[in-house]
Protein backbone atom coordinates (compact mmCIF):
# COMPACT_ATOMS: atom_id res chain seq x y z
CA UNK A 1 0.00 0.00 0.00
CA UNK A 2 0.88 3.74 -0.70
CA UNK A 3 -0.19 6.62 0.80
CA UNK A 4 -2.48 8.46 -1.01
CA UNK A 5 -0.52 11.67 -1.32
CA UNK A 6 2.39 10.03 -3.64
CA UNK A 7 -0.85 8.52 -6.24
CA UNK A 8 -2.31 11.75 -6.08
CA UNK A 9 1.18 13.43 -7.12
CA UNK A 10 1.67 11.30 -9.75
CA UNK A 11 -1.69 11.12 -11.07
CA UNK A 12 -1.63 14.97 -10.82
CA UNK A 13 1.77 15.51 -12.85
CA UNK A 14 0.65 12.77 -15.37
CA UNK A 15 -2.46 14.84 -16.19
CA UNK A 16 -0.25 18.13 -16.09
CA UNK A 17 2.43 16.52 -18.51
CA UNK A 18 0.04 15.36 -20.68
CA UNK A 19 -1.54 18.23 -21.56
CA UNK A 20 1.25 20.12 -22.07
CA UNK A 21 2.64 18.04 -24.54
CA UNK A 22 -1.24 17.61 -25.75
CA UNK A 23 -0.66 22.18 -26.33
CA UNK A 24 3.12 21.32 -27.88
CA UNK A 25 3.19 17.94 -29.77
CA UNK A 26 -0.25 16.61 -30.67
CA UNK A 27 -3.43 16.38 -29.64
CA UNK A 28 -3.46 12.43 -29.08
CA UNK A 29 -1.66 13.33 -25.70
CA UNK A 30 -4.89 13.98 -24.19
CA UNK A 31 -5.79 10.57 -24.46
CA UNK A 32 -3.01 9.53 -22.41
CA UNK A 33 -4.77 12.51 -20.02
CA UNK A 34 -8.65 10.78 -20.39
CA UNK A 35 -6.59 6.83 -19.24
CA UNK A 36 -5.12 8.71 -16.29
CA UNK A 37 -8.59 10.01 -15.73
CA UNK A 38 -10.24 6.97 -16.49
CA UNK A 39 -7.72 4.86 -14.14
CA UNK A 40 -8.77 7.30 -11.29
CA UNK A 41 -12.35 6.80 -12.05
CA UNK A 42 -11.99 3.21 -11.45
CA UNK A 43 -9.58 2.50 -8.70
CA UNK A 44 -12.13 4.74 -6.34
CA UNK A 45 -14.83 1.77 -7.10
CA UNK A 46 -12.54 -1.10 -7.26
CA UNK A 47 -9.75 -0.37 -4.80
CA UNK A 48 -7.11 -1.45 -7.68
CA UNK A 49 -4.23 1.28 -8.76
CA UNK A 50 -2.06 -0.17 -11.23
CA UNK A 51 0.28 2.51 -10.16
CA UNK A 52 0.57 1.56 -7.14
CA UNK A 53 1.17 -2.31 -7.62
CA UNK A 54 3.91 -1.17 -9.51
CA UNK A 55 5.51 1.25 -7.08
CA UNK A 56 5.10 -1.40 -4.75
CA UNK A 57 6.97 -3.95 -6.38
CA UNK A 58 9.96 -1.89 -6.96
CA UNK A 59 9.65 -0.52 -3.29
CA UNK A 60 9.29 3.29 -4.46
CA UNK A 61 8.37 5.87 -2.07
CA UNK A 62 7.54 3.33 0.99
CA UNK A 63 5.05 1.83 -1.19
CA UNK A 64 4.55 -2.13 0.04
CA UNK A 65 3.97 -5.13 -2.36
CA UNK A 66 0.02 -5.90 -2.48
CA UNK A 67 -0.62 -9.20 -0.64
Request: aromatic share 14%.
Amino acid sequence: MCNDMVIRRFAGSFILLSVLLGVLVSPWWYAFTAFVGLNLLQSSFTDFCPLERILGRLGMFGCRPAR
